[in-house]
């Protein structure tokens, strides 16, 4: 039986994380190797599975992610929806190179309340070029229905300059 390594929030050194792809710096976060964003304890979500163009996070709704009319705010599901569909992308990524979001868009389907419960994030990569990675996520419940779904656009940082990409193919 494999052991469920204990969750440590925190921000990687960049040793922890140096030489590493992007897919190898996710796991290590899923096998607590390097601790796990802070964002997940605030939200209330974790990494739980990453492929190559594919993440997926688990979260738990509850009273503390309520807006002033009693749901879920719309902003939990959009952060789920940015971190599958950017950490789908950062799965492709090669060592030493990064990401940001450059636009996030989410439709909402369903309702989300406090007693929800445990929700699935699953992102996917949609497109992949150079500079710019398009990816989906799909916020599901317990039964599989869609709460919600949107897509990301991701702009790749850093890595060699296109010269040193251009020697390196020679």
């Not at 050194?13 to 607590?32: F, H, N, S, Y």
């Not at 009693?70 to 789908?88: E, M, P, Y």
Request: aromatic letters at 4%.
């Amino acid at each position: 039986m494999r052991s469920v390594p204990t969750v440590s929030y925190g921000v990687s050194k960049p040793e922890d994380v140096a030489g590493k792809t992007g897919r190898q710096i996710l796991q290590a976060i899923i096998d607590g190797e390097v601790p796990t964003p802070p964002i997940a304890d605030t939200l209330s979500f974790q990494l739980v599975e990453v492929g190559d163009a594919y993440a997926v996070f688990e979260g738990e709704t509850g009273p503390h992610l309520l807006n002033p009319l009693g749901g879920v705010h719309g902003g939990w599901a959009l952060t789920l929806i940015d971190s599958a569909a950017g950490c789908a992308g950062h799965t492709l990524l090669p060592p030493d190179v990064g990401y940001a979001t450059v636009e996030t868009k989410a439709n909402f389907t369903r309702p989300i309340t406090a007693t929800t419960g445990r929700v699935r994030a699953e992102g996917r990569v949609v497109s992949r070029g150079r500079q710019i990675i398009t990816a989906e996520a799909r916020v599901l419940d317990a039964a599989g229905r869609v709460l919600a779904h949107g897509t990301s656009t991701i702009m790749v940082l850093g890595g060699a300059k296109p010269e040193e990409r251009a020697s390196a193919s020679q």
